[in-house]
């Protein structure tokens, strides 16, 4: 069952935390954490979270962002982690149901995330929930 993140969920939280940011190679500093989790479980600047019961198998964060194409918002999947036991149980794309879900309670215009090229497992998940557009993102 997917469900909000909330408090008391930190350690568990904490663990998929960390083993999304090791995927990505990212390092993000201790503070920056609990920030984010702050903000996660609050609901703060758009932000949202949500979880498999129990935190075991995945965790992810979203926001809701306003466009200059549409008089609604967009949703941003942000963060999608899958722990490894739990990758090929349909947990993420339950979760992304979830995130589907959520963008539609608020009137979002439209959901899109990013991942990485070499990412093919997940790839091909997203292949078969969504279209994969032309833009190539660029960053400083």
């Not at 930190?10 to 503070?31: I, T």
């Not at 903000?39 to 703060?44: A, C, G, I, Q, V």
């Not at 129990?54 to 967009?74: D, E, F, V």
């Amino acid at each position: 069952m997917i469900r909000a993140i909330d408090t008391g969920d930190f350690d568990a939280w904490l663990k998929l935390w960390q083993g999304y940011l090791h995927f990505y190679r990212a390092e993000v500093d201790g503070s920056t954490t609990e920030e984010t989790f702050r903000r996660l479980t609050e609901r703060s600047d758009g932000l949202f979270g949500l979880a498999a019961e129990g935190l075991s198998a995945l965790r992810t964060a979203s926001s809701t962002r306003p466009s200059t194409l549409s008089s609604a918002p967009n949703c941003y999947l942000e963060d999608l982690f899958v722990a490894p036991v739990a990758r090929g149980t349909g947990a993420a794309g339950e979760l992304i149901g979830a995130v589907y879900r959520e963008a539609d309670a608020v009137g979002a215009a439209r959901v899109y995330w990013e991942t990485l090229e070499y990412n093919s497992p997940a790839r091909s998940l997203y292949d078969t929930l969504a279209h994969r557009t032309s833009f190539v993102i660029y960053e400083r």
